[in-house]
């Protein structure tokens, strides 16, 4: 992944999270739906199919989005 898009990918997962935060700081989605919208991203990833390297990248995004629910994340 070029620079470019390895900050294009961190940029959008700084305003997703800050979206996610906002939507329950304002009451709008509870903890356990941004939690769902985790495990649907993960798992959406985690169900692609096809050549080794097109199927690499998205389990690192799965594993990422796992990782960040395991962690604690601040939305939790």
């Known amino acids: 992944m070029?620079?470019?898009n390895e900050h294009a990918g961190q940029a959008a997962l700084s305003i997703c999270e800050a979206l996610l935060l906002a939507m329950?700081?304002?009451k709008l989605l509870p903890e356990h739906e941004i939690m769902g919208i985790l495990r649907d991203a993960a798992a959406a990833h985690e169900k692609v199919t096809g050549p080794p390297?097109?199927?690499e990248d998205?389990?690192?995004v799965a594993k990422l989005i796992n990782n960040i629910?395991?962690?604690g994340n601040s939305v939790r």
């Open 2 to 4: 070029s620079t470019a």
């Open 24 to 26: 329950n700081d304002h």
């Open 58 to 60: 998205h389990r690192a």
């Open 69 to 71: 629910i395991a962690g």
């Open 53 to 55: 390297a097109a199927t």
